[in-house]
């Protein structure tokens, strides 16, 4: 059974952040703006994007999406793109197999040996369409975006 996953990516700094809050987000691999990371829906997880929706913004990534951020800003340990010889040594024969086992939720990203379990994105093209200082249901950009997602992905990339 597959279960869901969420892109998640840090949109705003950690300055006066609580200490509570810094370690969430060093937990979960963002030290920085505009770092992003995959993660796989759990209770633990729900846990940390609740102590940080203050600070990211997340959401289902669909299959194609995902291929799109392996190709581009998808890193090898040593700071290497992704190359066909690594993927077999996965155990995966093609990108768009491994793009959709992480979609699926077959394939924890975090536990891809070889592969950085973070993403270093661009700011996104065009800036935030709102302020990144309110949730997103709250015409902002923070917090939980559902399929959203997608679109802001591709604008970072």
Known sequence: ??????????????????KT???????????????ATIIKESPSYSGMLKK????????????????????????????????????KGLGHDSLDALANAIATGEVEFSQLNGIK??????????????T???????HGELGYRGETINELIKRMC
């Open 1 to 18: 059974m597959a279960d869901k996953t969420f892109f998640v990516v840090r949109i705003r700094g950690g300055v006066d952040a609580q």
């Open 21 to 35: 809050v810094k370690a969430t987000l060093t937990m979960l691999r963002m030290e920085k703006n505009n770092y």
């Open 52 to 87: 940080a929706k203050d600070y990211i913004t997340w959401g289902e990534p669909t299959a194609e999406v995902v291929k799109t951020l392996l190709e581009k800003r998808g890193k090898l340990t040593g700071d290497v793109k992704i190359t066909d010889e690594a993927l």
């Open 117 to 130: 379990p973070f993403f270093r994105m661009h700011p996104p093209k065009k800036g935030f369409k709102r």
């Open 132 to 138: 990144v200082k309110r949730p997103y249901n709250d």
